[in-house]
């Protein structure tokens, strides 16, 4: 078995994150692309469904930290396989019947289909890079502000016991900031 197969590690909160944003970006561009080539979106359950399916491959290409080219291909693979299930699910008795005979041409892409995926895919991929970029970017910002470091604090001006004192009047006042100017002996 290879070794990435036979990982038994948890996703970071980070990764489920991630993906769950996927996840949403990924079903909604869907759905929105297929309703506006004319199509329909199944009812919430299946929906659901279907999301947790997307999710599970989100967790998996995301954990991997996959590079944008690698998700591209994953991302059109879920645009046709949702379509797939929007299009089998719009009508089950067809759809049913249709699978068992194998015909299945009443559910091909459609010009109008097939460009309102692919631009979902685009936009999809975008999003997704555009995301990885501001989560990169927000990880270095917090990096800097680590609140562990610790704070340079103001310094402090300690006179040492040893330090003989004297006493004196201030005869002058410079207007500018810093020390006084004069002492003189006090009487």
């Known amino acids: 078995m290879s070794p990435v197969l036979s990982r038994t590690t948890t996703p970071s909160a980070g990764t489920v994150a ?3 944003a996927a996840t949403a970006e990924v079903v909604a561009l869907t759905a929105v692309a297929h309703t506006w080539a004319d199509g329909s ?3 919430p359950g299946p929906l659901l469904a279907l999301a947790a399916g997307v999710f599970g491959t989100a967790l998996l ?5 996959a590079r944008t080219w690698q998700v591209v ?7 046709v396989g949702l379509h797939t299930a929007f299009a089998l699910l719009q009508e089950p008795a067809v759809g049913h ?7 299945l041409s009443h559910h091909l892409l459609s010009p109008a289909m097939l460009t309102a995926h692919a ?5 999809t991929v975008l ?7 501001a989560i990169e970017r927000l990880a270095r910002l917090l990096a800097l502000a680590d609140p562990s470091a610790p704070v340079a604090s103001a310094p402090r001006f300690v006179v040492p016991a040893s330090a003989p004192r004297r006493r004196g009047v201030l005869l002058t006042v410079s207007p500018r900031r810093g020390p006084p100017g004069l ?3 006090a009487p």
């Open 18 to 20: 991630r993906s769950a």
């Open 41 to 43: 979106v199944p009812g």
């Open 73 to 79: 291909p994953v991302v059109a693979a879920l645009q």
């Open 97 to 103: 019947h249709a699978v068992a005979s194998g015909d």
């Open 127 to 133: 999003v997704l890079a555009l995301q990885e970029q």
């Open 61 to 65: 290409v995301l954990d991997a930290r």
């Open 119 to 123: 631009v979902s895919v685009v936009l």
């Open 183 to 185: 002492l003189a002996p």
